[in-house]
């Protein structure tokens, strides 16, 4: 048997063709929001399907928690993580709803976010300052786009260094890898590295990020 290597598909029309399964008349315009899998994921997610269909209890008992601790072995690489800090959650939002919820804050805490936040996790935010009076605190660094990546970095600083100025504990500040309004790419890593200098928890809305970055070594 001889083996031949497949010519890599392009970017654009050729992928669309080859990979999706979008009516002739549909132009997607928006398939971070609203897209849809490629169609060997398809396959493959219909296949797993008919395997629990065949034999649930089977499936959910044995079957599954090995898939899962496959998938998390395939995945790592990408994150640049070890497979045991892998969860998988239905979508991003659900991933930041369980660690901001996970989070003890105390009285005086606050949360430092940008104006651009997702308005789901903003309202996350505005949840727990409900459910806990007094103890949670969030502060806005306005932006207004077109801006600079380090005019960005800079008001974060500002912000914190403000903040702790007035005596205020700065638990925690979260940013996005890709906005969402706008759909601008975020310079989150220098986010990142502004909290750890200036010893702040951050929280990263990884939503559209993965696959558009190298993150082995974050």
Not at 84 to 96: L, Q, Y
Request: aromatic share 8%; charged share 20%.
């Amino acid at each position: 048997m001889t083996l031949t290597r497949k010519t890599p598909v392009t970017f654009g029309h050729s992928m669309r063709t080859t990979h999706f399964e979008f009516a002739p008349t549909y132009v997607p315009l928006n398939h971070g929001s609203f897209g849809t899998h490629p169609s060997p994921v398809r396959k493959a997610h219909y296949d797993l399907q008919s395997q629990a269909i065949a034999r649930p209890d089977t499936f959910i008992s044995f079957d599954t928690f090995p898939l899962l601790a496959k998938s998390r072995s395939l995945i790592s690489p990408l994150l640049g993580v070890p497979p045991s800090e892998i969860v998988f959650v239905p979508n991003a939002t659900t991933g930041v709803n369980t660690v901001i919820r996970n989070i003890m804050f105390e009285e005086g805490d606050v949360v430092v976010v940008f104006s651009t936040i997702y308005p789901a996790c903003e309202k996350t935010l505005a949840s727990i300052g409900e459910m806990i009076k007094g103890s949670l605190r969030v502060e806005k660094v306005d932006l207004v786009y077109p801006i600079e990546d380090d005019e960005i970095v800079r008001k974060l600083r500002e912000k914190i260094m403000g903040l702790k100025g007035e005596g205020k504990r700065v638990r925690l500040a979260m940013c996005d890898t890709v906005l969402t309004f706008p759909g601008a790419r975020f310079p989150w890593e220098r986010c990142v590295e502004v909290c750890k200098e200036l010893g702040v928890l951050s929280l990263v809305d990884g939503a559209h990020g993965i696959g558009k970055f190298h993150n082995a070594d974050h």
